[in-house]
């Protein structure tokens, strides 16, 4: 989270290009939205399992990341591609994602909320907020077989826009309800029905375990073809790596922001 906030900052100020950025995780880590109330983590599983847990600086719900190929967009203002609206932006960045998953055998496409079919179960009306990403319904979400595919975030500041993005190559997405808090057994029972309703990852797709270079190769493909893009493989410089630092401190290893909500 601080790499990309750090690039955002360099892209702001005109020290870099726009960025492609691909990752995984290690140990898995409970990501909160910008948001989200940190009273919806269940810290003694987070602890007893020896995952992690990091506020992002975009927005929506919890992703337990694990078993998963990461990306994020990073660009100016004035980039054509990102420089409307969030909705606009993010629908231009779809075509990519699409496309990319289209090379890997997965058929998905993006689906407006108002054709999702409707679900057996619903939330009690007291627990209003969904906490978990991947059960949360979006307009345009990628899905495959009417169930999400990607989950994606997007926040824009005056140094540009950062879009964040999760595919599940495989694994349980279920394990996520262990990272969170709920009132009873049933409420925890139901969210994980919900889960298994509304989400899958591409090993539940394509019947084998998804590799995680043949799915950065397909990325980068698709987002050069789509977007109309030459992209420049670089390491990071160590004016970013400074700053990533200074801003691990600052913020996202320090308490006063993961739980400022």
Not at 66 to 91: F, M, P
Not at 145 to 162: N, P, T
Not at 168 to 180: F, K, N, V
Request: hydrophobic fraction near 40%.
């Amino acid at each position: 989270m601080a790499i990309d906030e750090a690039i955002l900052e360099a892209i702001g100020k005109g020290n870099v290009l726009s960025t492609l950025r691909f990752y995984a995780w290690k140990p898995a880590c409970l990501s909160l939205g910008y948001a989200q109330p940190f009273s919806d983590v269940n810290v003694d599983t987070l602890n007893a399992n020896g995952w992690d847990i990091v506020r992002r600086p975009t927005g929506g719900r919890a992703i337990l990341h694990c078993d998963e190929l990461t990306y994020s967009v990073i660009g100016s203002n004035q980039e054509k591609r990102l420089a409307r609206d969030i909705l606009s932006s993010y629908l231009i960045l779809s075509k990519a994602i699409l496309s990319a998953l289209h090379k890997l055998g997965i058929p998905a496409q993006a689906q407006e909320i108002e054709k999702r079919i409707p679900q057996t179960h619903s939330y009690p009306k007291k627990q209003s907020q969904n906490p978990v990403c991947f059960e949360e319904p979006s307009n345009y979400e990628i899905v495959v077989s009417g169930k999400k595919l990607v989950g994606s975030a997007q926040a824009r500041r005056k140094e540009g826009v950062l879009q964040h993005g999760s595919f599940p190559l495989y694994g349980d997405l279920t394990r996520i309800i262990q990272a969170l808090k709920f009132d009873n057994d049933e409420q925890r029972f139901l969210a994980q029905k919900r889960v298994l309703e509304r989400a899958m990852t591409a090993e539940q797709f394509l019947g084998y375990e998804m590799d995680w270079d043949l799915a950065v190769s397909a990325f980068i493909e698709a987002f050069q073809e789509e977007l109309n893009l030459e992209l420049i493989s670089s390491e990071l410089s160590e004016r970013e790596l400074m700053r990533a630092e200074e801003l691990v401190q600052e913020k996202y290893a320090n308490i006063e922001w993961t739980q400022r909500v």
